[in-house]
């Protein structure tokens, strides 16, 4: 989530896990003054150009449809922000932006958020949004094709109006295009998890190296192949270097719900997989990605251009690798099992996601453990628990200083922002 301050008054923040006219009408209420058909077509006519997002350039981005779904999540979330008086994508309790969509609809397999708090009108929100980057990146992202946008405050204590925007990504289900390139996931995976294990400086002075091994998942493969398909319906460029960044991805239904969080990469070139596995390598935010030691499932999609009919002539190939983090529900009773009888004490941040996700894993799974989040700025709080376990000479497993932090019969996994990886990382801390 990133949030920040504009003219010293107005707060927006956006979420990728992505103004109202006083008065407004009623307690807990939408403002009578709000015109979702005015919000929809002030969206689309912004999606309908170039624009700059932070160091990114979009190009003109299809329409959006306004979804009664989304704006039901929408207005809920406002909602509760004037109610209870916070201001953030996760709530005290825990919710988070995937936990709202998933209550309202499940006919979208990505989503994003941008919230915003004290602008005026439909017109001032959105110029909000677009002059901060990751809300701009939300509402420009062409993954997305519909939209809802909610406002809401409280007119007897005359509170600042709460605003809500939630896109969706639709996933239609079509008859296998031709074009579709036949992947092999058993040799995928392999290759993928001979690099992970191999390690990789990814251009810098980190050393990357990633011992858990990555699944294929189904979904995961039918989502990228779809996502190749549109990067070659719309002949998409492939920025490199410093212009290249990480498509963050949502789910919302079906099995994929088992993930907390995704990321995709994009890709053209030949048929070869190991020819764009090294052109992946080599490009630093790709490599990460690749090499991010918390991905657990892994999907690969291809899909070859129309060539020109020629003998000489064949398509160039549009590839996307979508990575995911999270725990299938198939596991969970061996995850129990494994964990039962052991000393578990979870710390975070409340409005960490991570944190909150694997408290919730470990709740919903029926293991015992302690929590306990930190409220406001995480630094102090997090320097003072580091300076704790150095001095306890706490044995530490993970990324450094990092949230979740949990430990694990005295001994501290940091970083694991699933309870898969938090149990893969038990099992090899117990078998080393």
Known sequence: MSCRLQNA??????????????????????????????????????????????????????????????????????????????????????????????????????????????????????????????????????????????????????SAPYWTMKLGQGFPEVDVPDGLVTID??????????????????????????????????????????????????????????????????????????????????????SDFEETLQRWLADPLSCRAIMNPFRTHVGVGAFESASDGSASSSGEIFWDIVLASGTPRAMIEEIASFMEGRDIQVYGRTTCGFTQGVHREMTEAGIEHSYAFFEGNAGPNRDKMWAAIRASEMRVRGVPNSLPFVIVDNVAYTGFTTLLTLYRAVQQEENE
Request: hydrophobic share 40%; aromatic share 8%.
């Open 9 to 158: 008054q107005l707060l927006v923040c956006a979420a990728v896990f992505l103004l109202m006219l006083m008065p407004v009408a009623a307690v807990y209420g939408q403002s009578e003054e709000f015109d979702s058909a005015e919000m929809l077509d002030l969206i689309n006519e912004a999606r309908s150009q170039y624009r700059r997002c932070g160091e990114h350039v979009f190009r003109p981005a299809p329409a959006m449809a306004w979804s009664d779904t989304l704006e039901k999540a929408t207005h809920a979330h406002s909602q509760n922000m004037v109610q209870t008086g916070f201001f953030a994508h996760v709530s005290p309790s825990g919710e988070t932006v995937r936990d709202r969509i998933v209550q309202h609809t499940d006919e979208f397999d990505g989503f994003g958020e941008n919230i915003a708090r004290g602008q005026r009108s439909s017109r001032q929100v959105l110029e909000s949004w677009l002059n901060s980057p990751g809300h701009c990146r939300n509402i420009m992202n062409p993954d997305f094709t519909h939209v809802a946008v909610s406002v809401v405050a409280d007119a007897e204590e005359f």
């Open 185 to 270: 996931p058993e040799a995928v995976v392999r290759r993928l998890n001979e690099v992970r294990a191999a390690g990789s400086t990814c251009g810098g002075d980190r050393d990357w190296s990633a011992p858990l091994p990555l699944e294929w998942h189904n979904g995961l493969g039918r989502r990228a192949s779809h996502s190749a398909q549109v990067l070659e319906s719309q002949d998409t460029e492939i920025l490199r270097g410093d212009d290249r960044e990480l498509v963050r991805v949502g789910f919302a239904r079906g099995r994929e719900r088992d993930f907390r969080s995704a990321v995709r990469v994009h890709e053209r070139g030949t």
